[in-house]
């Protein structure tokens, strides 16, 4: 086991709830796909060592922990989140040896360590799943995944009419081992990720061990992927609709967000609890209002849930407090911290969003204004980090990085993408390989080229051209991190304040410390608060005002 980190002591502000004093409370942290980080041993995929050996880096950079994307032995059917071994490391990334000496690293940087944890399906190679097949039909392995008959004269329709994320059916039929057709098994996702069936005691006791398997190792917390997905309604009823994609994150699924899944978490939090140093549970759980959302960290069970209605919110200053007032109302009285990001590795990174007109959606295939998109990337950044409780932000954010837009179809890897009537399955332009230098094959990313091809240019972004240089947008994102963890106003809390202020404005005030920001493409003037902290454009002040350009926010320290 890694010696494990004391909780830090941390700005808080004044009005963070008394009964939580957590360091996730009001943490930054760090996303890490680790297959596009760094690649240490020049194959062209990302791995552990190339994690390991940059986290200086994210030390300097000031953020508190970091939440890397799956690492575990997989097939890669959909880049890790099909695990078919959940207590070892896919070859492609190393093995648990590089993952102790980074866990071990990491600590001693004064870094924590989450990872991702994949609990509502594995993969069709996991032995629980290969061997229900291989025993065909009575095989008690096979009551631990939704296994069904199929509906029509001869069984040849799926079991009810719910269709996959991915698209298409959400059923895949088998064929048993005298080969003919058999049963039919559940996918939520991809066919390679057959969904767990978490009514059998056998799929609990086998993740409450996996959870101790990795505490022991030292991590400090996991993030569960597909949360809300773990129980499906009794039976397993038809939807009764088409185009289910549509009603994701709208209403409560037969198959999502299903009230059973709560009695899960709470037997996971005994279990973290059990450890020092505050381990941590954060839920991937898309839901159809921040109440819902807030039923997953009630005092009991997580400790932070994915703010998914601030990411999908416009670049604007009414839909944006909004969003904020109704986050902080809703986790408020179960007193968790209000989470906030604005990019990942499954949505269109903001830098890009921001750059094409709203309503758009979290994917989009187009590039928009670069200049515009990164003025208010900068200006949205600075907002999130200004808010009370934790923020995430994603590999390459904090160089400005924009999507991807124009990758060839014959590169493209997100599965999404082979199959009709799904997501739009552009995921790829957010994961592209992130540059470290001015040249090179992969712009320093490793010694042998990149799993996705980097765009010409990609270099003039990179770390090593952003480090030491006035107004660039690493050096924003360290400035803005530093004076957050030191201004005593900031970090952890439970409420804003707003001031009046002319359309398309925002005056934020908290205990010693003003935001304004403007949303609008004009610049305006307004009063001079204090002095200023940080901007995410140059500003001059003039006597008692100042200038605010358009797409641009300030800090104010009074």
Sequence with gaps: MTQHLAAPSTGTSADAPAHQTGWWQDAVIYQVYPRSFADGNGDGMGDLAGVRARLPYLKDLGVDAVWLSPFYASPQADAGYDVADYRDIDPMFGTLMDADGLIRDAHELGLRIIV??????????????????????????????????????????????????????????????????????????????????????????????????????????????????????????????????????????????????????????????????????VAEAWTPTVERTANYVRPDEMHQAFNFQYLSTAWDAAELREVIDSSLDAMRPVGAPTTWVLSNHDVTRHATRFANPPGLGTQI?????????????????????????????????????????????????????????????????????????????????????????????????????????????????RAAIAARREHPGLGAGTSVEWEAAPEGLLVLVRPGFVCTVNTTDRPVRVPARGTVLVSSAPVVTDGD??????????????
């Excluded at 670069?370 to 994603?394: D, F, K, N, Q, V």
């Excluded at 005002?545 to 009074?558: F, Q």
């Design 365 to 477: 295939r187009t590039p928009g204004d670069r200049e515009l998109g990164l003025r208010r990337a900068r200006a949205a950044t600075l907002l999130m980090l200004a808010l009370p409780g934790s923020a995430y932000i994603y590999q390459g954010e904090e160089l400005g990085l924009p999507d991807v837009t124009d990758l060839p179809d014959e590169v493209r890897q997100d599965p999404s993408f082979f199959r009709a009537e799904g997501q739009d399955g552009f995921r790829d332009g957010c994961r592209v390989p992130i540059p470290w230098t001015r040249d090179g094959s992969s712009y320093g990313f490793g010694d042998g080229g990149s799993w996705l091809p980097q765009p010409d240019g990609w270099g003039e972004l990179s770390v090593q051209a952003q480090t030491g240089v006035p107004g660039s947008t690493l050096e924003l994102y």
């Design 116 to 281: 991702d944890l994949v609990p509502n399906h594995s993969s069709d190679r996991h032995e629980w799943f290969r061997r229900a097949l291989a025993e065909g039909p009575g095989s008690a392995l096979r009551e631990r995944y939704h296994f069904r008959p199929g509906k029509g004269e001869n069984g040849e329709l799926p079991p009810n009419d719910w269709e996959s994320v991915f698209g298409g059916p959400a059923w895949t039929r088998t064929t048993d081992p005298d080969g003919t057709p058999g049963d039919w098994y559940l996918h939520l996702f991809a066919p390679e990720q057959p969904d767990f069936n978490w009514q059998h005691p056998a799929v609990a006791d086998e993740f409450r061990s996996i959870l101790r398997f990795w505490l022991d190792m030292g991590v400090d917390g996991f993030r569960v992927d597909v949360a809300h997905g773990l129980v499906k309604a009794e039976g397993l009823p038809d939807l009764g609709s088409r185009d289910q994609l549509k009603l994701l994150g709208n209403d409560v699924m037969p198959f999502f967000d299903q009230d059973g899944v709560h009695e899960i978490y709470r037997s996971w939090r005994t279990i973290l609890d059990e450890y020092p140093g505050a381990r941590i549970l």
């Design 545 to 558: 005002g100042i200038e605010l350009p358009a797409d641009t926010t300030v800090w104010w320290t009074v």
